[in-house]
């Protein structure tokens, strides 16, 4: 009896001093008291009591202290075992106090984790030449790495572990590296990593909240790669903060399962400052299913390249990133809201980079502020990428060379249907493409002012929109937006750039397949060197073979009834080619028909419903698909409802005599009055009257394209006058105001008057006074426009009094 209460004393005193529970569940208690590398109390004494003893096991530290050991030390056999060196808390913010320096211990790793459920948390480790933390094994599953600084001194300083922080290999599934501090691993002639999680097998690691190449005062303590995953390995990869790699801040190679990266500032501290890696995220060889971004943004900003896809990545998505952009309040908290007040940091070369054999890769929603280049796709066996509904804008400290540059490759898409598009501005190019097959540009907006979603401060120069560069064959751009472009909305040059289709296909939606243009320097330019004239024959080659443009000679109206009318247009085109009419309104333009193949002769001919109410214009397209550059905008005719007395009417037509254009009038008119604002009076013309050179009138021997008339008609006048077309207006065309009165009209079509008043007064203050148009009836009042005042509304050739203040010139878009 005295014996057994013995035995029941004895391990009840092994239960308090080892944690042993009266279930049986144990976890045995070990203190480590000693700095020296072995002997009682000293870190390898506890490693081989906790590798021997039953059950779960913690080690703990009497006091901070630095450990030397002198060779490798015992790797962790047995489940469970938690070494922990805090004294609480565990962070990258928390500096430990227990140190292990590995540079006496030879060709060892720090602490080697072989079996389940292991932890290690709040140590520093530095110094070991293999690494400094290892996961190995498929026995090594769940492990817990957290609060450690990895690579580092005591004082801060890096202390590598020379080939990476911490390894997570050989099939360990479930490790969960978080909350470390890691850094300095990068050294001369070794390969060192922050993390590195590979092998088959490596499945469900969790790497979180690290931060990785930045010191706590943060000095940079760079890593090779901060993060690589390799060889068929899994991790997810979220909320951390990784700079001053010297290869990249995350790394994939050769795997296989989904990697999902979130939630990272890559390249920048968590107060904005950068900390540059040189790529921000590496996509690398053979790396396949990454999603960077889908679940919530990363920050990638002042590497060299953001996020490069190379060397035969597959299946990628790409997308939310905030790329060159660092929210000014510092969190990972980002919105659309947040973009007009970004910090605006480019990486450095490139933003995103698509090359060397990357395939399948989707790029969408990305906010790119562009360093040298935005996006970037190269390479001839680059194939099937796409890039929908990216923001890509030029940094204002620039200069960028493209916005999206692609390079090479077959199966592009550059946007795609309504609402999918990319909106780009302030880049030499917008879109330039060079060297691919059958790309498609769809439904892009394209400089300043069609650009809406940039929103974040960013240049506003465009010298050319869209550039198809040498090699681009059978592209197809259409339904793009395409506004402020110095040089060119849309560019062809190289003469094996050919069968490029400007223009969409035949629809019943008039507006399908047309890209809506703005404030060009020229529209559409073959060879990038302005307009190209037409030759005889059309012979000359050169890029989309320098198709030539088609002529619009002629456009009539034919009354069918009092609400019907038929306008032909007619024409010469190259022979075989289709000719496609547009019509300027407002901002945009629509298309209104296109014609059957032009004859042998040369010559075409169309006739659809409706009277223009603006400026036409005109391109021809082959079978096979080029696109010639936009004819000069033509003035077609108008039709003008007569009315007893006065009439104010814009004349459209050619210049031509007033009593031959005045013939159709004969019946009813009385007297035409031109006023001439260079010679400061009228000047008149009646057929049943001598011409007048008395007192401040002159005789009104001519009408000019652009003259607002007077017509005084009968009682009798009624039904419609057609002012024949005008022709072609070949060059910009501008209104030339004296100081005083002056009687004009707008030929440039279809626009919103006060929209257009307001910005003509915002390009020349000072100039103009006030502006009184024709209704009608009587003379309005429309600028500056007062409150209850008529609304003129959209101005289709519209009869204007302009008060200018000074003399100058009004440029007509």
């Not at 005193?13 to 080892?18: N, S, Y």
């Not at 070494?83 to 106090?97: E, H």
């Not at 100039?767 to 148009?773: A, D, F, N």
């Amino acid at each position: 009896m005295v014996k057994l209460c013995l035995i029941v004393a004895v391990v009840a005193v092994a239960c308090a001093i080892f944690g042993m529970s009266a279930l049986g569940q144990s976890t045995n208690q070990w203190l480590v008291e000693s700095d020296a590398d072995r002997g009682d109390g000293s870190l390898r004494w506890a490693l081989e009591r906790a590798n021997d003893s039953p059950g779960d096991d913690r080690i703990r530290f009497a006091s901070a202290m630095t450990i030397r050991p002198r060779s490798p030390l015992p790797q962790l056999t047995d489940a469970g075992i938690t070494i922990d060196g805090s004294n609480g808390d565990a962070s990258p913010q928390v500096r430990p106090g227990v140190w292990l320096d590995g540079s006496s211990a030879g060709d060892a790793a720090g602490l080697e984790l072989m079996e389940p459920r292991a932890t290690i948390r709040g140590l520093g480790i530095g110094g070991f030449h293999r690494y400094g933390i290892g996961v190995i094994g498929a026995d090594a599953r769940d492990a817990t790495i957290e609060g450690n600084w990895i690579g580092l001194r005591a004082d801060g300083r890096a202390l590598a572990n020379r080939l990476s922080g911490v390894a997570v290999i050989g099939g360990a599934q479930g490790a969960r590296v978080i909350n470390n501090r890691i850094g300095g691993n990068s050294v001369p002639q070794r390969t060192g990593h922050g993390i590195v999680v590979g092998g088959g097998g490596s499945v469900d690691a969790i790497l979180s909240g690290n931060v990785l190449g930045i010191g706590a005062d943060g000095s940079p303590l760079p890593n090779d790669d901060g993060i690589l995953v390799v060889d068929s390995a899994q991790a997810t990869i979220r909320q951390n903060t990784i700079g001053n790699s010297a290869v990249a801040g995350i790394e994939l190679r050769e795997t296989r399962l989904l990697v999902t990266i979130d939630a990272n500032r890559i390249g920048i501290r968590s107060n904005g400052a950068l900390a540059p890696n040189d790529v921000g995220i590496f996509l690398g060889p053979r790396s396949a299913n990454a999603q960077i971004g889908a679940t919530k943004a990363n920050l990638i900003a002042g590497n060299r390249v953001g996020i490069a896809v190379e060397q035969g990545a597959r299946e990628a998505l790409i997308e939310d990133n905030w790329i060159g952009l660092v929210p000014r309040d510092g969190t990972l908290a980002i919105s659309d809201a947040k973009l007009p007040n970004a910090i605006v940091r480019p990486n450095r070369e490139r933003g995103i980079s698509v090359i060397a054999g990357a395939a399948e890769i989707r790029l969408r929603n990305n906010y790119v502020a562009a360093g040298e280049f935005g996006i970037v796709v190269a390479d001839p066996i680059t194939t099937r990428v796409s890039l929908t509904r990216n923001v890509v804008a030029g940094a204002r400290d620039g200069p960028t060379e493209a916005a999206i540059d692609v390079r090479a490759g077959t199966e592009l898409t550059i946007g795609g249907e309504e609402g999918f598009g990319n909106h780009v501005c302030g880049a030499e190019f917008g879109i330039r493409l060079a060297d691919t097959e059958e790309a498609t540009v769809d439904s892009n907006a394209i400089g300043v002012s069609a650009a809406t979603r940039v929103r974040f401060d960013s240049d506003a120069r465009l010298l050319w929109a869209i550039r198809l560069d040498d090699g681009v064959v059978r592209a197809r751009v259409r339904n793009n937006q395409i506004g402020d472009a110095e040089r060119a909305g849309i560019s062809v040059v190289g003469s094996a750039s050919r069968d490029n289709a400007l223009v969409g296909d035949v629809s019943s939606d008039s507006s399908l397949g047309q890209n809506q243009f703005s404030g060009n320097g020229l529209d559409i330019d073959l060879g990038g060197d302005g307009r190209t004239a037409n030759d005889a024959r059309d012979r000359d080659r050169g890029p989309n073979d320098l198709l030539n443009h088609p002529v619009i000679l002629d456009h009539t109206i034919r009354k069918i009834s009092d609400r019907i009318f038929h306008s032909t247009y007619s024409g010469t085109a190259t022979p075989g080619s289709r000719v496609y009419i547009f019509e300027r309104s407002g901002s945009s333009e629509r298309r209104l028909t296109r014609s059957q193949p032009t004859r042998s002769s040369g010559k075409w001919t169309i006739t659809i419903p409706g009277i223009p109410t603006g400026t036409v214009r005109a391109l021809a397209k082959t079978s096979v698909g080029a696109t010639s550059e936009f004819s000069p905008s033509f003035l077609p005719s108008q039709r003008l409802r007569l009315r007893p007395g006065a009439n104010w009417i814009a004349w459209t037509g050619p210049p031509m005599s007033t009593e031959a254009a005045m013939s159709p009038l004969l019946l009813w008119i009385e007297a035409a009055w031109v006023w001439r604002s260079s010679d400061s009076r009228w000047q008149g013309w009646s057929p049943w009257a001598p011409p007048l050179a008395a007192g401040n009138q002159g005789s009104l021997q001519t009408l000019e394209t652009g003259d607002v008339v007077r017509l005084q008609l009968s009682p009798q006048a009624s039904g419609d006058f057609f002012v024949p077309a005008g022709g072609a207006l070949d060059r910009l065309n501008v209104i030339q105001l004296k100081q005083g009165y002056n009687s004009v009209t707008w030929l440039a079509g279809n626009v919103d008057a006060l929209e257009t008043l307001s910005a003509l007064d915002a390009a020349q203050p000072d100039l103009i006074g006030t502006v009184w148009q024709w209704d009608g009836h009587s003379w309005e009042l429309i600028w500056p426009h007062l409150r209850g005042a008529w609304e003129p509304g959209p101005w289709m050739f519209p009869v204007l009094w302009i008060r200018a203040v000074r003399d100058g010139e009004l440029s007509l878009p």
